[in-house]
Structure formats: C-alpha cells, structure tokens
C-alpha cells in the first residue's frame, strides 16, 4: 500500500449517512471514503453505531442532529452537489473523481477482475467495449468504466473543481 493511500485510510473521516442521504453516500464512496448507508435505521441504532465504529452521522434530521451523545453533522442543503461541496469544507475531503475504490451498493472496497473470469456475465457491447473491470467481492457487482461512470466522474469533477 502506497504511503498515501495508508495515509488516507488510517486517517479519513468514516461516516454514516442517515436515510434520506442515499445518494451523498453513493458519491462519498465514490471518492474513497468509507460510508455507510441503511435504507431504515433507528436513531439509537445508529447513534450506537456511529460511536462503536467511530463514525460521523450525516443528516438532514435537525432532531437527530442536535443529539449530543454521537458525533452528527446536519447538512441543511437538499441537493447532492451542495451537500457534497459542504462536506468537502468541513472535513476536508480529498479524493479524485476517477478514483472509486468503494462499491457504491454495499462499502466494500473493489478488486481488479480479468475479464475472461466475468465474460460470461456481461453484456456484448461492454464485452468488445471495455477491457479493464472491477468487482466487490461482497455483493459480486461488476464494474467498467462506460457511460455511467463518465458521468459520475464529470458530476465529481465539478464538485471537486473550486476544492482543488
């Protein structure tokens, strides 16, 4: 592991993203950080959790934000752009918009797949398209870097772009 990426792992905030920040946490794993995101999950249980893991709450839940027995964070913008741009001040995010070490489904960081292994499961354009894959090796997703992804990485880039 490079110095820089033991750096950013050993360091880098870890957060929870409460249930109405599905999408901010898609995009905060995109970047390299370690987030996690339950569809429905009780204050307690989260609070407990956050503590547990040393995890930052992300929410929009003024009530569970004023709660002063975990860290919580409360963004107050509603969209996914603002909301990552304020995340990026406060705690001073780096990352690169083509980095997506993270699934963006399940956390877990991605592994380098050949394609030959996963051949069988993809479609016949991105078979003679793409040459380069990823997998999670929890949820077994594939990933390659079509169309998708280009928009991802130009939504990141122009979050990233005034933080650089």
């Not at 920040?21 to 609070?47: C, P, Q, V, W």
């Not at 998708?148 to 939504?155: D, I």
Request: a positive charge; glycine letters at 4%.
């Amino acid at each position: 592991m490079s110095p820089s990426k033991q750096t950013k792992s050993l360091f880098s905030p870890k957060f929870i993203a409460d249930c109405h920040l599905g999408k901010l946490a898609k995009y905060l794993r995109l970047m390299g950080y370690d987030t996690l995101f339950f569809s429905h999950i009780g204050d307690n249980e989260l609070i407990k959790l956050a503590n547990t893991e040393h995890r930052t709450i992300l929410t929009r839940d003024r009530r569970l934000s004023e709660r002063k027995n975990a860290p919580v964070f409360l963004l107050e913008p509603t969209d996914t752009h603002t909301q990552l741009k304020t995340l990026i001040d406060r705690f001073e995010l780096t990352g690169h918009a083509a980095s997506f070490p993270r699934c963006i489904i399940c956390n877990i960081p991605l592994e380098a797949i050949e394609k030959e292994k996963i051949i069988h499961r993809l479609p016949q354009k991105v078979k003679k398209n793409f040459n380069y894959f990823e997998h999670c090796p929890s949820c077994d997703r594939i990933y390659w870097h079509g169309d998708h992804y280009r928009n991802m990485v130009a939504f990141l880039e122009d979050v990233l772009k005034d933080n650089r």
